[in-house]
């Protein structure tokens, strides 16, 4: 905290040792895009709100505890070394802790009194050093005005102007203004500077309206106006582009005999140029040389820079040239214009020219030259001279305005094919402490991926895995996917998808949603024999609707098949099916022939159905197998389903052989139920299959199965010449079925009748 000490004795203008220095400031284009304009320093001499009326104003130097540096501008003391610390006076304790009081508590009467409890005195430099370090605005408020409310203290002019300062640099500008005009009631005269103030604090906030009324009230309170008042006025007008109200008020200014100074035109040029009102701008500036004011370097170099913001590269040579003429120095805001004028109109190599003059005359580019001139290189595929510009940065350790002139550096250098050079562009940012960010190694990895340089690629990777660069917060410059991408698949295809695994990791921290990545990481997974880590990626991509490739679910499931695990391969399968993609009849038989041989009998059928599903009718060797093993397993129903749908796929299976296999495994019951499946749906069966059936039973004892599976095969037409029906029919008699025994006897003999009159009639019909 920074602490002034004023005597009350030497209440100075206050006003006049504080804003010169903020005027100086002022750029002769403050309110363009132009980052020539937004340096505060190398334009303080180029500002056209450069006078300061120094010669106009009795300044005295304050006693202690504050440093004013040329132009006015108040600056704290330097903070004391390290060490034993001096002691604070008690002042300076109680502003402290006055200042963390209001900072922390609500503005309540019981702070009030804490105050009261701590100060004894509330004199001049306690005051205005509480108003000086206020956390902000409205603790200045609420102090300034309790002070005066509760008989503690008498405002002067120093405290009023400097709480008036404080609400305008917070915008709190109709208090301010109150403030000022009620300083007559407590007996403090009002005097320009204090209008000034407001006047510029309006402007600064856009409100033209009020700082023209501000400066017709000083007329109405008769208080004295002078050409700074004016200058002010013009340039709240003239930022504003009210350049015909500027004009009016400066033949006001005229008329009421106030003399123009240099720095008047100097306001109202830049104000012409801001609102491109050439003409007016050339005839102030012969007009101010009619008036015998001289035009200074300021005056120059905003008649250079209008011209060179149109383009207008000759003209602004004759002002260059006319400086020389006049023996006006040149500066290095002149020559920078001039070089920002070249290359914004394409003429990189007179800005190089303007460089090497600047140079010569002993004159040392800043920051603006160099971030001027290094796009204009970049622009002109000028790379060997952006190279030497960098070095000369590096060097001299001077860094651009515009960190976004390094990833243009570098793109511009892989565009030409020197990829030395853009790695020196990131060594460059380095060097000179500026924030590398996953972006410019995205460049880099891109054009090294493009050129098969790999292994550079991937220690840059390293690096950006290590450091987190990608995770940084104040990155705003993100790794494009043609960067990650051909990085990513390189990893996976050379054995080394963990590291790749861990890159996109953090790119998915901050957003990234890549479905090439993610398909990049499943496959090299899948390769190196970790489908554990594939599939965990797969539903990832599930959760977050990320689109896969059916190519990647295809490895993944052969990854399982080939590690033995034939049930996470099923897994793998069934999840590419949900995700839409049709596997091929390859990789349906290579999970249905390791789902048997591992004993999962089910859950091969399982797959054995979905293929079908889906149309695939290939592999019927492979579904013979599984449905023998379900019917010998005793899954009857289970298998009778799945031949049931091949059925209606047009694929019916032998089922011939598989009532024989259940025969001679004596597996009885489970051929009876086949059979009757195939009689109820008329499938084709060999009657010699029946007649395997019918022993099985009959020797199996199952007389009454038999007996009924017979009658079935009667009623639908089949063939009674079965050589153990009479067996059958002895059977049922020793065991009591004589009703079942005695209808079997009469079908058998009916149906021999039958066939008989057929026999018959057909040989009467052929011997006729």
Not at 56 to 69: A, F, S, Y
Not at 87 to 100: A, G, L, S, T
Not at 669 to 685: H, Y
Not at 709 to 718: N, P, Y
Request: proline share 3%; charged share 25%; hydrophobic share 40%.
């Amino acid at each position: 905290m920074s602490f002034i000490t004023i005597s009350k004795s030497s209440q100075f203008n206050l006003y006049k040792s504080l804003y010169p220095s903020s005027l100086k400031t002022l750029p002769f284009c403050s309110l363009s895009a132009d980052p020539l304009i937004k340096n505060d320093v190398i334009f303080t001499d180029l500002s056209p709100i450069q006078e300061t009326h120094v010669q106009e104003v009795d300044l005295e130097r304050p006693m202690r505890g504050i440093c004013v540096e040329d132009g006015g501008l108040e600056r704290p003391m330097r903070r004391a070394p390290r060490g034993n610390k001096p002691n604070k006076p008690k002042y300076q304790e109680n502003v402290e802790i006055i200042c963390r009081m209001m900072a922390n508590r609500a503005w309540t009467t019981r702070l009030q009194n804490s105050i009261r409890s701590l100060v004894t005195e509330f004199d001049y430099e306690l005051v205005y050093n509480v108003l000086h370090s206020a956390r902000n605005a409205e603790h200045a408020l609420q102090f300034f005005r309790w002070v005066e409310r509760a008989g503690l203290f008498k405002h002067d002019r120093g405290t009023h102007c400097k709480i008036i300062e404080i609400l305008g640099r917070a915008s709190k500008l109709n208090h301010a203004r109150c403030i000022l005009l009620d300083m007559p009631t407590k007996g403090v005269e009002w005097d320009e500077d204090l209008f000034v103030m407001l006047i510029d604090s309006y402007g600064k906030a856009g409100i033209v309206q009020e700082s023209v009324k501000l400066f017709q009230k000083m007329t109405e309170l008769g208080v004295p106006k002078s050409v700074k008042t004016y200058n002010f006025l013009f340039k709240v007008l003239m930022r504003r582009g009210r350049y015909m109200m500027a004009k009016r008020y400066f033949n006001k200014m005229l008329g009421e005999g106030i003399v123009p100074t240099v720095h008047t035109y100097n306001v109202m040029i830049w104000g012409f140029f801001l609102s491109k009102r050439f003409e007016s701008a050339n005839r102030f500036f012969e007009e101010m040389k009619g008036r015998e004011i001289s035009p200074d370097d300021v005056t120059y170099n905003t008649m250079i820079n209008g011209y060179c913001r149109i383009k207008k590269v000759e003209e602004a040579e004759k002002y260059f040239a006319e400086m020389k003429e006049r023996n006006i120095v040149r500066n290095v805001i002149t020559y920078t214009t001039m070089l920002k004028g070249y290359v914004e109109a394409g003429k990189v190599d007179k800005g190089l020219e303007i460089l090497e003059e600047m140079k010569s005359s002993g004159m040392n580019p800043n920051a603006i030259t160099y971030s001027t001139l290094l796009p204009g290189l970049c622009d002109a595929k000028k790379m060997p001279e952006a190279r030497t510009i960098l070095k000369e940065m590096v060097t001299n350790y001077i860094n651009p305005t515009d960190n976004s002139i390094f990833r243009r550096l570098m793109l511009s250098q892989c565009e030409v094919g020197d990829l030395d050079a853009a790695a020196d562009v990131l060594k460059a940012m380095i060097r000179l402490s500026i924030p590398t960010e996953a972006g410019h190694y995205g460049i880099l990895i891109e054009h090294l991926c493009k050129a098969g340089v790999y292994d550079k690629a991937e220690n840059l990777v390293d690096k950006l895995i290590e450091k987190e660069i990608i995770l940084g917060q104040q990155s705003v410059s993100d790794m494009e996917p043609t960067a990650y991408n051909p990085m990513i698949e390189y990893l996976c295809n050379n054995g080394k998808t963990n590291k790749a695994e861990t890159l996109f990791r953090q790119l998915m921290k901050v957003g990234v949603k890549d479905p090439i990545a993610f398909n990049n990481l499943i496959r090299g997974h899948s390769k190196e024999g970790n489908p554990d880590s594939a599939f965990e990626l797969i539903k990832i991509m599930v959760r977050r609707q990320i689109p896969s490739e059916a190519s990647a679910y295809k490895l993944l499931t052969e990854s399982y098949l080939t590690k033995g695990e034939p049930a996470d391969a099923k897994s793998a399968l069934d999840s590419m099916i949900e995700n839409g993609h049709l596997p091929d009849s390859s990789l349906y038989r290579s999970v249905m022939e390791s789902l048997f041989e591992d004993g999962r009998v089910q859950t091969a059928s399982r797959v054995m159905q979905a293929m079908l599903d889906k149309g695939v009718k290939e592999h019927m060797d492979v579904v013979g197998k599984i449905l023998e093993a379900l019917l010998l397993r005793g899954h009857v129903e289970e298998a009778i389903g799945r031949i049931e749908l091949l059925v209606h796929s047009g694929c019916a299976p032998d089922v011939d052989s598989l009532l024989s296999v259940l025969c001679e495994k004596g597996k009885t019951i489970a051929a009876l139920k086949l059979v009757d499946f195939c009689l109820e749906r008329e499938l084709n069966i060999d009657f010699s299959s029946y007649e395997k059936v019918l022993d099985s039973l009959l020797t199996a004892g199952k007389t009454l199965n038999a007996y009924s599976i017979l009658c079935k095969i009667m009623e639908k037409g089949g063939t009674t010449d079965w050589s153990s029906c009479e067996e059958l029919i002895k059977s049922l008699n020793e065991q009591g079925n004589t009703k079942q025994a005695d209808v079997l006897s009469r079908m058998i003999k009916g149906k021999n009748k039958t066939l008989g009159s057929k026999k018959g009639k057909k040989r009467e019909a052929m011997a006729s």
